[in-house]
């Protein structure tokens, strides 16, 4: 998997979008640490991993010192802290910049969706660290068809601004598109080094028939602001470059 998004060592990379970010960050570092200090962290709020995801998790600036200077490889999860809901409070991405420093990989869930498969940015979002190489941004392509309403989409007025939908619409191709390829306020807003979106979830005939109509829709337009594109499922672990 590594291969095919081609992140380089000594590299900061990080993830936006909904659909899916925690489990690619997660993946990513499981392929890497074998032979490398991979660090897992947010500029934003994540739940605390599982005790299987991870082989060290510290908390804190005091602590920070516990495990940057540490040789062993695996997976290291970082965070200011821990809030009472089980989430970890993410790192300011000035701070985050630094961290190459001591950790091979470092991998950044740099937004928050509420846990929804959609959504719209806010000014103030994402958060990606400027010194990051490259940015990942999932579409998860089981959003086609969904109804378009506020059970399904984070900051669904910024979503409605974005796309010009309509609330109790289908969410379509069409749509997809403009969230994907608006510069100033759409997936890539704010991103750093090279993009890459990838589409999440393509399970079945259906996924790929969706997927094949999004590549359609977006190489009608210039896609020279996005490098490239992946499709496939985190789940099953299968991916394609489609671009």
């Not at 947010?42 to 540490?70: M, R, V």
């Not at 985050?96 to 470092?106: E, P």
């Not at 359609?216 to 985190?234: M, R, V």
Request: some cysteine; glycine content about 6%; charged content about 30%.
């Amino acid at each position: 998997m590594e291969n095919i998004f081609n992140i380089n060592k000594n590299s900061i990379t990080s993830i936006v979008g909904a659909g899916g970010k925690t489990s690619l960050m997660f993946k990513l570092a499981k392929d890497f640490k074998s032979k490398n200090k991979v660090l897992v962290t947010t500029t934003t709020k994540i739940y605390k991993p599982q005790k299987n995801q991870y082989d060290f998790i510290e908390f804190g600036n005091e602590n920070f010192y516990k495990i940057k200077d540490l040789k062993e490889k695996g997976i290291y999860v970082y965070g200011l802290k821990l809030n009472e809901l089980n989430k970890i409070i993410g790192v300011d991405p000035i701070e985050c910049s630094t961290f190459i420093n001591y950790f091979d990989y470092i991998f950044v869930e740099s937004d928050g969706s509420k846990e929804k498969p959609l959504k719209g940015w806010e000014s103030f979002e994402p958060v990606v660290c400027n010194k990051s190489e490259k940015t990942i941004g999932i579409f998860d392509i089981k959003t086609i068809g969904m109804i378009i309403e506020e059970n399904n989409i984070h900051r669904i007025d910024k979503f409605l601004d974005l796309t010009k939908a309509k609330i109790k619409e289908k969410m379509t191709v069409d749509y997809a598109s403009k969230l994907i390829l608006n510069k100033n306020d759409g997936l890539f807003k704010n991103a750093k080094g090279e993009k890459i979106l990838y589409i999440n979830k393509v399970e079945n005939n259906e996924d790929k028939l969706h997927v094949n109509r999004l590549r359609n829709a977006l190489l009608k337009n210039d896609l020279k602001y996005i490098d490239s594109i992946i499709c496939g499922s985190i789940k099953n672990n299968c991916f394609e470059k489609i671009y």
